[in-house]
T-cell receptor
Framework: DVKVTQSSRYLVKRTGEKVFLECVQD?????MFWYRQDPGLGLRLIYF???????EKGDIPEGYSVSREKKERFSLILESASTNQTSMYLC?????????????FGDGTRLSIL | KNQVEQSPQSLIILEGKNCTLQ??????????LRWYKQDTGRGPVSLTI?????NTKSNGRYTATLDADTKQSSLHITASQLSDSASYIC????????????FGSGTRLSIRP
């Protein structure tokens, strides 16, 4: 079974802090994704990576950056956290030939910015 | 504009009853449509995928249908169980890359004993 592990279930940070969210997958998947999930809005893609050191902006990349130094690990970075970044963050992975493959999700990190 | 709309937003039914969830989309060119189940506090898990040529697909008590002409899909749950309480999310992909997908906002289903 694919396992996607997010480092924290709950996180509380202060405005202006630099925040790191970590995600690790154990199935050697090429693709990894970061989403945020807000009530009534559905999941929105922040960043996508299709290979080590490769990344693409998603629909809402402003205020975020990512890092993929190893295939199994994909990090989301909030450069200077703001209150409007309070949300549920979900990481996912899928195989390289991914159009017909499901994404496998972690259980999310609920981030609160005070 | 590519959009995915789900209805109803929320639904409460009694255990043992059937229900149908709807998904309408305007994504073009269409590649596939997937239904995910998201339990409270967990990440979404794929239930089924529908491609352009498929009309119906079943996964146990879950049956998904797709009408590519009207751009509508439904998820029918038969003989509901308490464990079916979850959010059900419709996700539509278009031909491009693995990142070109849109998530609906989901239907929150509650099963009452």
């Amino acid at each position: 079974d694919v396992k996607v592990t997010q480092s924290s279930r709950y996180l509380v940070k202060r405005t202006g802090e630099k925040v790191f969210l970590e995600c690790v997958q154990d199935m050697d998947h090429e693709n990894m994704f970061w989403y945020r999930q807000d009530p009534g809005l559905g999941l929105r893609l922040i960043y996508f990576s299709y290979d080590v050191k490769m990344k693409e902006k998603g629909d809402i990349p402003e205020g975020y950056s990512v890092s993929r130094e190893k295939k199994e690990r994909f990090s989301l970075i909030l450069e200077s956290a703001s209150t409007n970044q309070t949300s549920m963050y979900l990481c996912a992975s899928s195989p390289g030939q991914g159009l017909y493959q499901p994404q496998h999700f972690g259980d999310g990190t609920r981030l609160s910015i005070l | 504009k590519n959009q995915v709309e789900q209805s109803p937003q929320s639904l409460i039914i009694l255990e043992g009853k059937n229900c149908t969830l709807q998904c309408n989309y305007t994504v073009s060119p269409f590649s596939n449509l997937r239904w995910y189940k998201q339990d409270t506090g967990r990440g979404p898990v794929s239930l089924t995928i529908m491609t352009f040529s498929e009309n119906t697909k079943s996964n146990g008590r879950y049956t998904a249908t797709l009408d590519a002409d009207t751009k509508q899909s439904s998820l029918h749950i038969t003989a509901s169980q308490l464990s079916d309480s979850a959010s059900y999310i419709c996700v539509v992909s278009w031909y491009s890359s693995a990142s070109k997908i849109i998530f609906g906002s989901g239907t929150r289903l509650s099963i009452r004993p």
